[in-house]
T-cell receptor
């Protein structure tokens, strides 16, 4: 069974710090990876997608992918209280299939 | 770009009635749409995958006769909860994938269903 694991948290960081969110996956053949942010009572919002090993930066967000270690992470620089949310890691097992496998989410709390 | 809408955002209905939820991709054509439900403080649970013009594929344990899905066009999918019961109360979220630009799924804002 394909699995995606995340630390459920809560992960607490002070305002201005770097928040590091981690995700591991079981299917070595997985091809594409996504980070979603979900505020309480709202639906998930796509933050980043990453397909190749290495880093991908978008504003304050950096996604890091290491397929050999089956590990993907999300770094949030200069964390703000508005970043407080649950972050979901999603893995597309293959680029022909259609269904994501979602992790359980990590709850991030940025303290002012 | 990549905006998905859902209607209604919130609905309260009596036990035994049916409720229809609409999911629309507003600025792209969605070859595939997904329906999820989410209980409080839990992760997303995929219910079914629908491709335009074909029958939906339901996940194990999801009753296809209870949760009717129609994907009649490239911009619209509907989920009908038939003969709703209080245990069907949940947050229902759709997502859409264009199929022509990456593999990202874009989520609608969700529909909160309460069955009394």
């Amino acid at each position: 069974q394909k699995e995606v694991e995340q630390n459920s948290g809560p992960l607490s960081v002070p305002e201005g710090a770097i928040a590091s969110l981690n995700c591991t996956y079981s299917d070595r053949g997985s091809q594409s990876f996504f980070w979603y942010r979900q505020y309480s009572g709202k639906s998930p919002e796509l933050i980043m997608s990453i397909y190749s090993n290495g880093d991908k930066e978008d504003g304050r967000f950096t996604a890091q992918l290491n397929k050999a270690s089956q590990y993907v992470s999300l770094l949030i620089r200069d964390s703000q209280p508005s970043d407080s949310a649950t972050y979901l890691c999603a893995v597309n097992p293959d680029n022909y299939g259609q269904n994501f496998v979602f992790g359980p989410g990590t709850r991030l709390s940025v303290l002012p | 770009g990549a905006v998905v809408s859902q209607h209604p955002s919130r609905v309260i209905c009596k036990s035994g009635t049916s409720v229809k939820i609409e999911c629309r991709s507003l600025d792209f054509q969605a070859t595939t749409m997904f329906w999820y439900r989410q209980f409080p403080k839990k992760s997303l649970m995929l219910m079914a995958t629908s491709n335009e013009g074909s029958k939906a594929t339901y996940e194990q344990g999801v009753e296809k006769d209870k949760f009717l899905i129609n994907h009649a066009s490239l911009t619209l999918s509907t989920l009908t909860v038939t003969s709703a019961h209080p245990e069907d109360s949940s947050f229902y979220i759709c997502s859409a994938r264009s199929g022509t630009s990456g593999y990202e799924q874009y989520f609608g804002p969700g529909t909160r269903l309460t069955v009394t």
